[in-house]
């Protein structure tokens, strides 16, 4: 069924397709997109995407918070860095020194309640040569510091791409990039890593529409997560409704009873008795269970 034989059978529902249609084509694309996005969870479609979990592996890390006392400088030193990240909270100050070079980096953070992550790339456009570095944090201020990591290579394209090592690596496929913006929830677990079943929460850990795969199983994970159809609107109307086919028959009530509940309650009504009617039976046969109960069609043409 695609957005526009919907609309058509709406507008059917109340024989007034000359009248209503286009005059007032954002309102009917609104009901309808309610309607598609309430059915489908009644048997929502799935997919699967393949998250390519190889996280860079630090030069040197350190692990955990650290409490860093005021009057107390403490220093940490790698050699053949590219990229270096790590979270502070609190007030406080850091310098970055490079091997052969004479400009010092400098870092300062005030009143930051939450952690926030520090970030540096040693090369530049003229030289992308690893460097040793060395990293002070000052003793001015009592302040907290986490999971500082020395990469040996750039993590990315741009420098927000690096972040602190972790144990878990964050995939949020509530985003437009593994997903396309479509991802309703989970459906199924375990998760797939390199066609091995996983079992949470040992394997991985999911937070909402977060999924945290860990940093020491480096491969392919695939996650099945379901997910939301594609809305109508001027144009894609005549695209096809992504839709278990066995819920079709009960979009256009639904959309009908949003449709109609301002400008004719009685049609809205009927809409909304045939759609739990036809609902329940369609239910019943999807999941193999016999009703014993005869419905009438309340529709009555």
């Given at each position: 069924?695609?957005?526009?034989?919907?609309?058509?059978?709406?507008l059917?529902?109340?024989?007034?397709?000359q009248?209503?249609?286009?005059v007032?084509p954002?309102?009917?694309?609104?009901?309808?997109?309610?309607a598609?996005?309430?059915?489908?969870?009644?048997?929502?479609?799935?997919?699967?995407?393949?998250?390519l979990?190889?996280?860079?592996?630090?030069?040197?890390?350190?692990?955990?918070?650290?409490?860093?006392?005021?009057?107390?400088?403490?220093?940490?030193n790698?050699?053949g860095?590219?990229?270096?990240?790590?979270?502070?909270?609190?007030?406080?100050?850091?310098?970055?020194?490079?091997?052969?070079?004479?400009?010092?980096?400098?870092?300062?953070?005030?009143?930051v309640?939450?952690?926030?992550?520090?970030?540096?790339?040693?090369?530049?456009?003229?030289?992308e040569?690893?460097?040793?570095?060395?990293?002070?944090?000052t003793?001015?201020y009592?302040?907290?510091?986490?999971?500082v990591?020395?990469?040996g290579?750039?993590i990315g394209?741009?420098?927000?791409d690096?972040?602190?090592?972790?144990?878990?690596?964050?995939?949020?496929?509530?985003?437009?990039?593994?997903?396309?913006?479509?991802?309703m929830?989970?459906a199924s677990?375990?998760?797939?890593?390199?066609?091995?079943?996983?079992?949470?929460?040992?394997?991985?850990?999911?937070?909402?529409?977060a999924?945290y795969?860990?940093?020491?199983?480096?491969g392919?994970?695939?996650?099945?997560?379901?997910?939301?159809?594609?809305k109508?609107?001027?144009d894609?109307?005549?695209?096809?409704?992504?839709?278990?086919?066995?819920?079709?028959?009960l979009?256009?009530?639904r959309?009908?009873?949003?449709?109609?509940?301002?400008?004719d309650?009685?049609?809205?009504?009927?809409?909304?008795?045939?759609?739990l009617?036809?609902?329940?039976?369609?239910?019943?046969?999807?999941?193999?269970?016999?009703?014993?109960?005869?419905?009438?069609?309340?529709?009555?043409?």
């Open positions: 069924m695609t957005g526009k034989e919907l609309i058509d059978q709406v059917m529902l109340g024989l007034k397709s009248v209503v249609y286009p007032q954002e309102a009917i694309y609104t009901h309808c997109n309610r598609i996005e309430e059915v489908n969870r009644l048997s929502p479609l799935s997919a699967t995407v393949t998250l979990n190889y996280p860079l592996r630090p030069l040197v890390y350190k692990k955990g918070i650290t409490v860093h006392r005021g009057g107390e400088d403490v220093t940490i790698a050699s860095v590219i990229s270096l990240a790590f979270a502070v909270s609190g007030s406080g100050e850091a310098t970055l020194s490079i091997a052969g070079r004479d400009e010092v980096k400098r870092f300062s953070w005030i009143d309640p939450d952690f926030k992550i520090m970030r540096a790339v040693i090369f530049t456009e003229f030289s040569d690893a460097a040793d570095v060395c990293l002070t944090f003793g001015k009592t302040y907290m510091v986490k999971d990591s020395f990469y290579e750039m394209d741009v420098e927000d690096i972040v602190p090592f972790e144990p878990y690596k964050k995939y949020d496929l509530a985003s437009e990039l593994y997903a396309g913006g479509r991802f929830d989970f677990l375990p998760v797939r890593f390199n066609d091995v079943d996983l079992n949470a929460p040992y394997d991985y850990k999911i937070e909402g529409s999924i795969l860990p940093s020491d199983k480096q392919a994970y695939e996650v099945t997560y379901f997910k939301k159809p594609l109508i609107d001027a894609n109307v005549n695209f096809e409704i992504e839709i278990d086919a066995r819920l079709e028959d979009l256009a009530l959309a009908g009873y949003y449709f109609y509940m301002v400008t309650r009685e049609v809205a009504e009927r809409c909304n008795a045939e759609y009617r036809l609902q329940s039976i369609v239910m019943a046969t999807m999941h193999k269970v016999r009703t014993p109960v005869k419905f009438r069609d309340v529709w009555g043409w």
